[in-house]
């Protein structure tokens, strides 16, 4: 066990799971006193029919008074302030969010400024800025991968002025998160794998970053044997509903592990592939986690190692030689993105340079890789690094992950 | 209620006073630092004029501010962030958390592991603040002692080690 | 199968943790706390480190004379209408427990007072969020601060809201126990840990019930290795003891949430009844009922468990089939294992105790009133098999 000399562990939230955890909701709001929850999330969870078995899985034990599903891909500060009126205006005294990351940020900011009675959503940036608690704000995630349900933060943009608002407070986190395999269940192959590997880089870094301790260790091993278990069989049988349930408490566990040890540059670079050249998030993470831990291997050989255990199993670890046990831990990675890649009929790309659009052409030129690696270097993940960190390492893993080739461990400038 | 007492704890005057030294150094060292080291400079180009940022122990201080003025200089700002507007703060939990990043008992990356340090403001300027505050503690302190302050100790050149860094410890003390 | 989880602490843990009280507290929206000292921690004068801590943050704080270490007694619910008139006058926002569960008791009880009225205390539930409640835990008691009950002048309440809001494990206010009181503490949040792991849906639950058992064991290990009285040397001896006194109050801290979920902890149940009629301490009884409580329930993750309480080569170099087996021997084997470095002193079986089945019986009423454990024919079989040892299924 890892004990460092001193660490912080806190995951307020509720987590509710099971096959029919939505149906805990009315219970949930009523022991906190409220029966007019505001639904919101966004076109694609409506489309697909997912607000509809929220709203039947909850009955006729509340009033909803308003389900708002206008909620961009990138929660936008505009649309927060027209859904805290909404709020208002409809006398609602509760928020459920369904939905992935901008649903969830978007309600995060909705609850800031209904609790707080303000109008200015600028005025609570940063950390600390909230001192009491906000109205009740329960989490349905309808992907199994960001972990938002169990964060303590939310990114608003201000596209007016060109920024990103970034609040964090222990007090965003929502009350409980409804963990329902219905909430996946219609999820294809493609994206389940990549929901799925942008929950295990979550616990990966977790689990091999500096800010690493006891119990976001054990929330990180959880994870990821969830996941190793659980990921093939579903891609193979979608409608497997003990394994979408499985795969959304991986996501959640390993949301709560990063939300106390933060991830590194496996993020930060995937930020920035993802903002530059519009490529999902869960895409980025699972091509880029082997090479975040190929370049911190000589600082954190032995973290590294013992995940073979969780991510391979008990009978490929007890065959490796211990020195052999960290490489052979980004070789299962690598191994397991070439399974998935195999069994999503190719959809889930195993290098940068194979992601390719909806319009065929490929999302990620060579010539973007200077720009992602500037990028990355703003990205506040980098602090959490074990291994120092400039633009040039920056290019030589984004080069690396491009042309889909291990790193060169020789040129790793080590600190 | 007879044993009940009030107390108001007071101050850590052996802490605040080395702090306040150290401090003082560290913000005058980032002045001349950013007339002396292109790298440092290159940072401070990408910040907007007239940005601010401080470093300091919650809840009083003490602080550094460091700023560009309205015409791009960068200047050590004094000790208190209440007479500038400050774009970005960095605050320890405590002084006695910035008495141990500033006794070299733990590195700014692991006092940021460790959650002691909390960060207000854009993300991007903040990773160029503590890449600056980086450089300037490779030019004031022994590298041994630098070396448990940052990740990795640079690999400077000869003319970068020795005639940069007088030049910074010169204009630490007697520059403006 | 539905769970539920919910732990609504925040743990600090570690060096210098105090340090950080104040700007946690102001985080909360509290700038004025009161401390409510247990009797030990008052002897000892920890409120002078927690001043300490506070200096230079500016904060006024109201510290309380020792609780009575009773909290259920008349003194003690004297203590807390006294300290109400004081909260209230003075503007205090804050509540900080210091010591162990006289004085987070007495926090609690007065924290409903504050925040609700003191006719709440008489009330079934607490729906509402009360004041800031932050616990500095001084020994392996911890977990009685950390769960979400409390008992005011003979009436239990249970609530969410009564778990502290922030939970701070400083290596400077530990009051480190004595080495039979740290073996007992760490069979009990071994036994709990093992139990939930090895028993719980929830993995959130499993995760940190995995943490518990690798501190307890850790404890465990090093209390073992250096005999039951410890090394001879007197400073060595002292060294070592805090440091498992300040692992197991981590342990222990985490044994506290894990108690406040909905599903009981019956290796818990059966142990608080049994060593509440003497004859053997909680955690002796709580390790001695654990295997039987683990082979009564079908469980998918009691081989998992081996690896928590061996090694992860030992945990591989087991086929699957018998890791089950392995996590149950492991924990008779501390039994074992106690029972020879005790000369026999220390029983590994409830027979050895000096229980009988009639005995036991007589007990079945508290543990199925007490802790909601109805399943009669389970207890049963728990209890024949605790008795002599034998292990399920023979």
């Not at chain 1, 929220?54 to 859904?83: C, H, K, Y």
């Not at chain 1, 030589?396 to 790793?412: C, N, Q, R, Y």
Request: a neutral charge; glycine letters at 8%; hydrophobic letters at 45%.
């Amino acid at each position: 066990m890892h004990m460092p000399a001193y660490y912080e562990f806190c995951c307020k939230v509720n987590i509710v799971a099971g096959p029919d955890a939505l149906s805990q909701i009315p219970s949930l709001l009523a022991a906190k006193g409220v029966f007019r929850p505001m639904i919101l999330t966004d076109k694609g969870v409506a489309g697909a029919g997912l607000t509809d078995i929220v709203t039947q899985a909850i009955g006729d034990t509340l009033t909803i008074p308003a389900v708002e599903d206008d909620i961009p891909p990138d929660s936008d500060v505009r649309v927060v302030n027209r859904l805290a009126g909404v709020y208002r205006e409809k006398g609602c005294n509760a928020i459920i969010a369904v939905g992935g990351g901008s649903v969830l940020d978007t309600a995060k900011g909705v609850n800031i400024l209904v609790s707080e009675n303000a109008d200015d959503l600028m005025a609570f940036t940063g950390a600390g800025a909230l001192k009491r608690p906000l109205r009740p704000l329960i989490a349905v995630p309808t992907t199994a991968g960001t972990g938002s349900e169990v964060t303590l933060v939310a990114v608003i943009a201000d596209h007016d002025n060109s920024r990103k608002m970034l609040f964090s407070s222990d007090f965003l986190l929502p009350d409980a998160a409804i963990i329902d395999p219905r909430m996946t269940a219609t999820l294809p192959p493609h994206i389940t794998s990549a929901t799925a590997m942008d929950a295990m880089a979550h616990a990966v870094e977790a689990y091999t970053m500096l800010a690493k301790n006891p119990l976001s260790d054990a929330h990180a091993v959880e994870a990821i044997t969830l996941i190793r278990d659980h990921l093939l069989p579903v891609i193979a049988d979608p409608g497997n509903t003990r394994g979408r349930l499985a795969l959304a408490c991986a996501a959640t566990m390993a949301g709560i592990a990063f939300s106390n040890a933060m991830v590194a540059m496996v993020h930060a670079l995937g930020h920035s592939v993802g903002s530059i050249c519009h490529v999902p998030h869960g895409t980025c993470m699972a091509i880029l986690l082997p090479y975040g831990l190929e370049y911190n291997l000589h600082k954190v050989e032995d973290r590294i190692a013992h995940l073979l255990l969780p991510l391979a199993g008990p009978d490929v670890f007890a065959r490796t030689p211990e020195k052999d046990r960290a490489s052979a831990a980004i070789e299962w990675i690598r191994a397991f993105n070439r399974k998935l890649n195999q069994a999503t009929d190719k959809k889930h790309p195993t290098c940068l340079k194979d992601i390719i659009g909806q319009d065929g052409s490929p999302r990620v030129l060579r010539s973007d890789l200077p720009r992602i690696a500037r990028t990355a270097l703003g990205d506040g993940a980098v602090f959490y690094n074990p291994e120092d960190l400039d633009y040039q390492d920056l290019l030589m893993v984004a080069e690396a992950a491009w042309e889909g080739i291990p790193l060169d461990l020789s040129k790793i400038k080590k600190g | 209620m007879d044993s009940f007492t009030e107390v108001k704890p007071g101050r850590r005057w052996f802490q605040k006073i080395y702090l306040v030294i150290m401090l003082w150094f560290v913000g005058r060292a980032i002045q001349a630092a950013a007339r002396v080291d292109k790298a440092v400079a290159k940072q401070f180009s990408a910040m907007p004029d007239g940005y601010t940022f401080s470093l300091g122990a919650y809840p009083r201080g003490p602080h550094m501010v460091v700023g560009k003025d309205d015409t791009g200089r960068v200047r050590y700002l004094g000790r208190n962030p209440d007479k500038h507007p400050v774009h970005l703060q960095m605050m320890l939990k405590s002084m006695g958390g910035l008495f141990t990043l500033f006794t070299f008992r733990e590195s700014t990356p692991v006092a940021n592991a460790r959650s002691r340090l909390v960060v207000t403001g854009d993300v991007p300027q903040a990773c160029a603040a503590v890449r600056i505050l980086d450089i300037v503690q490779v030019y004031l302190l022994p590298k041994p002692i630098a070396k448990l302050a940052i990740k990795r100790y640079p690999r400077w050149s000869v003319k970068r080690h020795t005639l940069d860094r007088a030049r910074v410890l010169f204009r630490t003390l007697f520059g403006r | 199968m539905l769970f539920s989880f919910l732990c609504p602490a925040k743990t600090c843990a570690g060096v210098n943790a105090l340090d950080h009280l104040a700007f946690e507290l102001d985080a909360m929206g509290a700038s004025k706390p009161m401390v409510i000292q247990d009797k030990a921690s008052h002897d000892a004068g920890l409120t002078k480190k927690l001043k300490q801590a506070f200096s230079g943050s500016g904060m006024t704080m109201g510290i309380s004379g020792p609780a009575p270490e009773d909290p259920d007694s008349q003194a003690a619910a004297m203590f807390v209408r006294s300290l109400y008139d004081c909260f209230q006058e003075k503007g205090y926002d804050a509540l900080v427990a210091l010591g162990g569960k006289a004085a987070a008791q007495a926090a609690k009880a007065l924290n409903i007072a504050v925040s609700l009225g003191p006719e709440a205390l008489t009330s079934k539930e607490i729906f509402q969020p009360l004041a800031p409640l932050v616990f500095l835990p001084t020994g392996t008691d911890a977990y009685d601060g950390t769960t979400r009950v409390t008992q005011f002048n003979g009436h239990p309440l249970s609530s969410p809201h009564l778990s502290p809001d922030l939970v701070m494990i400083d290596p400077r206010l530990m009051l480190t126990d004595d080495r039979n009181l740290l073996l007992d503490r760490a069979l009990t949040c071994l036994a709990a840990g093992c139990e939930i792991f090895a028993l719980s849906p929830a993995p959130p639950a499993r995760a940190y019930a995995a943490t518990i058992v690798c501190l307890a064991r850790s404890a465990l290990a090093s209390l073992l290795a250096s005999g039951l009285k410890g090394p001879d040397n007197l400073k060595a001896a002292a060294r070592e003891n805090a440091r498992i006194h300040n692992t197991l109050v981590q342990a222990s801290v985490m044994t506290g949430y894990l108690m406040s979920q909905d599903a009981p902890i019956v290796s818990l149940a059966l142990g608080r009844a049994i060593a509440g009629r003497g004859r053997a301490p909680l955690g002796q009884i709580m390790v001695i009922v654990l295997p039987a409580v683990l082979e009564s329930r079908p469980s998918t993750a009691l081989g998992d468990l081996y690896l928590h309480l061996s090694t992860p080569d030992a945990f591989a170099s087991v086929p699957a089939s018998q890791q089950p087996l392995a996590a149950v021997y492991e924990i008779r084997n501390i039994t074992h294992t106690l029972f020879s470095l005790s000369h026999g002193l220390l029983p590994r079986t409830l027979g050895e105790a000096g229980w009988s089945m009639d005995a036991l019986e007589s007990l079945r009423d508290d543990i199925k009133n007490a802790f909601g454990l109805t399943d009669p024919k389970t207890l049963t079989r728990i209890m024949a098999r605790a008795l002599d040892g034998r292990p399920m299924g023979n």
